[in-house]
């Protein structure tokens, strides 16, 4: 069975950081495209950052230059380095991992999230 865990979430004053981890089990880390979500009440999901199998990296305008996305294939785990943070990215939130190409949306894969708030 496929699972996807988020860690690291938690409390944290304006201008702080936290790491989120995402542990993966259950398919072929390596092949699969890795994202981070989050979600603030009332509010549609929004994709935050992106890397794919092949390392390349995507992010938000929101977030670039704060926000850092990475892999460990050896640890099938995907992390979110945030830095900076702002009331604004208080969120839940939460993993993704896709198959890419036609079975990007069909085949993906959600944790249950992690709750980031930021205090002001």
């Known amino acids: 069975q496929v699972q996807l865990v988020e860690s690291g979430g938690g409390l944290v004053q304006l201008g702080g950081s936290l790491r989120l981890s995402c542990a993966v089990s259950?398919?072929?880390?390596?092949?699969?495209?890795l994202s981070w979500y989050r979600q603030a009440p009332g509010k549609e999901r929004e994709l935050v950052a992106t890397?794919?199998?092949?390392?390349?990296?995507a992010y938000a305008d929101s977030v670039k230059g704060r926000f850092t996305i990475s892999r460990d294939n050896g640890k099938n785990t995907v992390y979110l380095q945030m830095n900076s943070l702002k009331p604004e990215d208080t969120a839940v939130y939460y993993c993704?991992?896709?198959?890419?190409?036609?079975?990007?949306?069909?085949?993906?894969?959600w944790g249950q999230g992690t709750q980031v708030t930021v205090s002001s």
């Open positions: 890397i794919t199998s092949a390392g390349a990296t």
């Open positions: 259950g398919l072929t880390f390596r092949l699969y495209n």
């Open positions: 993704n991992a896709d198959p890419g190409g036609p079975g990007r949306f069909e085949y993906d894969y």
